[in-house]
Structures are given as C-alpha cells and as structure tokens.
C-alpha cells in the first residue's frame, strides 16, 4: 500500500536525468517516457509534464481538459521566455517550474500530508477540488463519517459548499446507492415545514387529501441533508430532537410512529452556540447535531486552490451552454487569487460563468474579462495596480511570421500560405480541445477537408479523437 502521494511524470520523450528515483523518497512516482501523452492514472495527485517544447501538441492540449482540476505541473530544463509562455497560455491555469534535482514542492501538494484523505481525482469525482490543507483536513473528517452514521453539522459561510460535502459524505457511504435528499429549511414556511419534514396523514388539515410520507422516510435507508438548520422554528426543533434520540417519527394527523434508518448531516452559516445562548435553539438539540462538527474554510483561506477551482468551473460551464472549451490565460490566476471573493466558491462560479457567455467566440479569457470582480471591492484599484503585467497572447500572423509587405527579393506564396494554414488549424484544435470535428467548424472546412489539411501538413497524431 503506498505511503505517499502518487505523482505521475509524463516525460514527453524527454531524459528524466534518474530524477524519478530521487522523487520516490517523497511521491508515489510513475513515469510515462513516450512522446505522446498518456492520462495519467486514476488515483494521481499530481501531474508532471515537460515543457521544453515551443508549443504544447493538440494531443497534450486534450489530454489535459480530460483531467479537470488535477494539480498539474509544467517542467522546463531552462527558464520560461515570454513567446514561450504565450504559445503554452492556452493549455490553461497549471503550474510552472525548473526541472532540478530536489521532488516538487509545497504549494500545488502539502507535503506534510503523507496519505491524501481524498486523491484529488477522488475529490473531483465527488465536485471537488480539494488539495490546500484546509480541504485536505475537511475531506478527512468527511471520509471517516461517511464510515458510520454519525450525525454532522457542517459549518462555513455562504458559497462554501456545505451542500457539496453533504453529498460527498453520502457518496463515500456504504449507503450511496441509497436515497439522498436534501432539505432548505430556510425556505420552506414555517406553517409547513413539520408536514414535509415528517408527512402527514390524509384528513390531518383541510388539504391533506392523501398520506404524504415526508422528507425523513423518504430518506430512509439513506442521507437527509437539513440546511439553514438554524432557521428551524422552536416547536419543529423539538420534533427533531425526538427522531434523533428515538429513530422514528411521528406523521402529523395521529397514528403510530414510524422507524426511520437514516443519515441525519444538517448546515448552518451562523454561529449555532451563540443561537443557543440567545434562546432561539435548543441546547439540547445542538448537542444532538454536534457529533462531527466540520468547518469549511472560506475560498479566502485556500487561494492556492482558485485557479483549479477556476479551470474547473470553466470545463464544467462550457460544457453546460454548448460552447467550445475554453482557456485561461496565466495572467488570470494572480487576480483570483489576490481577491477576497465574500461570496466564496459560488461566487467564484458565478463569475467563470459570466466571463464564458460575455466573452463570445473568443478562445482564451483575459484579465479583462474578469475586472468587473473589483468594481465592488473597497481596493479593487490597489489589487489591480499592484498585479503583475500581462504578457499579451500573440496573433496567429504574428506567430506565423508573415510579412505584410512583399519583400524585394520575393516570397514562395506556398509556403507563407502553408504556414497560415498550419498555425489557423493548430489554433482551433487546442480551442477544441483536439476535436477534429468542432475545429473544423471553427475554420468553416468540412471534416475531411480538414483531415486532408492536416494530412497535408503533417499535423496528424495518433490519439484517437473524441467527437462528443
């Protein structure tokens, strides 16, 4: 059984100089020399990639958006010159380094953590993104209650995903397969709340027509997940109290008590021990919910994690409106991660969203895209100053290198218009994430005019395309 975090390194044909030997003492090494990229294995929690050449191939550019958020890192031999960079900008937010000696450091993995509570491909199977050490501490209590059926009280402010890890824990169950259902307490009325929480009996007020089971034997056999438990009325508290101690409930209207098996995990964003204290929750009931106390940190305290998030969410979000992927370019991650996001990972989502619909057809979205995120900030002024300068993207016909005048001594018009094609076609395969298909639509090319252009030019590779 590994003691160590699994690090996958993909060479790219490159010497790895009996590096992977020295990195053994701290990562879980695998080492993939061939020159096409292979997706790393399903446990991996971080991803190293050489980047020596001048630009990343549609076969590196798709096997990356496969992996969503897994941690990834670029290995160069020598520093990163600003062409360079430009031409990697469209892989994405991943990480930069110089290959030397000593294993990958803090920063993308906590090293102190020898054994992951969740491998960051686990945590994104389960909608999250979770390698700072404050999710790492999170997605470990939420793993060793998902192995009982202990009742958790998830804490955190709004947007920090409590509803997530509900889930999450229900998944990691033995109970999975089982019904999850999940209750906001906060919005139901509070003359209704008792009748969806536990059912009713036909004639128990004017419109019960029929036996309603309610929330909690819905759940049965499975999870119930209360949020906003803090807004629960004080007479509905009392009732809550009796299923948890005596795991039965009572349908309104009369009749016998009927045995519920189920998860009870219930949220709060407020301070429930002060609720206790001012009279408006029962102590005794807050005792009941606080068995496994778990405080999710802000997106604040765990900005190391923005830029996954952030690609992530761009994945996710393009997906959901039918776009072509996108990318984002590297000078986006220093804004992120300098701002204080109150709204927490919902807002962060939010914003990924509204920067993909306004951005229109344009593959690569820019600091410029996301400015509107300091218009409400107190010193958004001062984060924008103080940010690093932006590395503009080149254009295809700067990148191609072709001269907008006739030189004297002539040209060969085939080749300067082979070069165009060749960086047009590149361009809309790294959009497209190396989907034939779609980038052929980009360029207005039927498929097979664009297969024998690549053939033509020599671009063909031999990962086999995905046509979703």
């Known amino acids: 059984m590994p003691t160590h975090l699994r690090l996958h390194w993909s060479t790219l044909g490159e010497p790895t100089h009996g590096l992977e030997h020295a990195w053994a003492g701290t990562w879980e090494v695998t080492t993939d020399r061939s020159a096409t990229p292979s997706l790393p294995p399903?446990?991996?929690?971080?991803?190293?990639?050489?980047?020596?050449?001048?630009?990343?191939?549609?076969?590196?550019?798709?096997?990356?958006?496969?992996v969503g958020a897994m941690p990834i890192l670029l290995l160069r031999s020598k520093a990163l010159p600003l062409e360079t960079l430009a031409a990697w900008g469209p892989l994405g937010s991943v990480r930069w380094g110089v290959l030397f000696g000593?294993?990958?450091?803090?920063?993308?993995?906590?090293?102190?953590?020898?054994?992951?509570p969740l491998s960051a491909s686990q945590a994104l199977g389960l909608g999250l993104v979770g390698f700072s050490v404050a999710m790492q501490e999170v997605l470990g209590k939420a793993?060793?209650?998902?192995?009982?059926?202990?009742?958790v009280l998830l804490m955190g402010e709004s947007g920090t995903g409590k509803e997530?890890?509900?889930?999450?824990?229900?998944?990691?169950?033995?109970?999975?397969?089982q019904p999850f259902v999940p209750v906001h307490c906060g919005a139901i009325p509070e003359n209704l709340i008792e009748s969806e929480l536990f059912g009713y009996n036909k004639g128990a007020f004017t419109d019960a027509r029929k036996d309603t089971p309610g929330k909690f034997r819905e759940a049965h056999g499975?999870?119930?997940?209360?949020?906003?438990v803090s807004t629960m009325p004080l007479g509905v508290q009392v009732r809550l109290l009796r299923v948890l101690q005596e795991r039965e409930v009572q349908p309104l209207g009369g009749g016998a008590a009927i045995k519920v098996d189920v998860r009870v995990v219930t949220a709060t964003n407020v301070d429930l021990w002060k609720r206790v204290q001012d009279g408006t929750f029962r102590e005794d009931l807050f005792y009941r919910l606080d068995v496994v106390p778990i405080q999710l940190p802000p997106l604040r305290a765990r900005k190391e994690e923005v830029p996954f998030l952030a690609q992530h969410f761009l994945n996710r979000k393009a997906r959901e409106h039918g776009l072509y992927p996108k990318a984002l370019h590297p000078s986006v991650d220093s804004l992120l991660m300098a701002l204080p996001w109150p709204g927490n990972v919902r807002q962060l989502e939010n914003a990924i969203e509204?920067?993909?619909?306004?951005?229109?057809?344009?593959?690569?979205l820019t600091r410029e895209d996301f400015t509107f995120l300091t218009e409400r900030v107190p010193n958004g002024a001062a984060i924008m100053a103080a940010l690093p300068p932006v590395t503009e993207m080149p254009t295809v016909l700067q990148a191609a290198s072709v001269p907008m005048a006739l030189p004297p001594e002539g040209l060969d018009l085939n080749q300067v218009v082979s070069e165009v094609e060749k960086k047009l076609m590149l361009q809309?395969?790294?959009?497209?994430r190396g989907n034939k298909k779609r980038a052929a639509e980009l360029l207005g090319l039927k498929r097979t005019t664009f297969l024998e252009k690549m053939k033509r030019l020599e671009l063909e590779d031999s990962v086999e395309e995905e046509e979703g």
Do not use: C, K, M, Y
């Not at 000593?102 to 992951?116: E, F, T």
């Not at 499975?222 to 906003?228: A, K, N, P, S």
């Not at 509204?354 to 593959?363: D, E, G, T």
């Not at 809309?428 to 497209?432: D, E």
């Open 42 to 66: 399903g446990d991996t929690d971080l991803w190293v990639i050489n980047a020596d050449a001048s630009e990343p191939s549609p076969a590196l550019v798709r096997a990356v958006a496969e």
């Open 102 to 116: 000593d294993p990958p450091q803090a920063g993308l993995r906590p090293l102190a953590a020898r054994v992951a």
């Open 143 to 151: 793993r060793a209650a998902a192995a009982t059926r202990a009742t």
């Open 164 to 177: 997530v890890i509900a889930r999450a824990i229900h998944r990691l169950s033995s109970d999975a397969n």
């Open 222 to 228: 499975g999870t119930i997940f209360l949020d906003e």
């Open 354 to 364: 509204r920067a993909i619909v306004l951005s229109s057809q344009r593959s690569v």
């Open 428 to 432: 809309s395969l790294q959009i497209t």
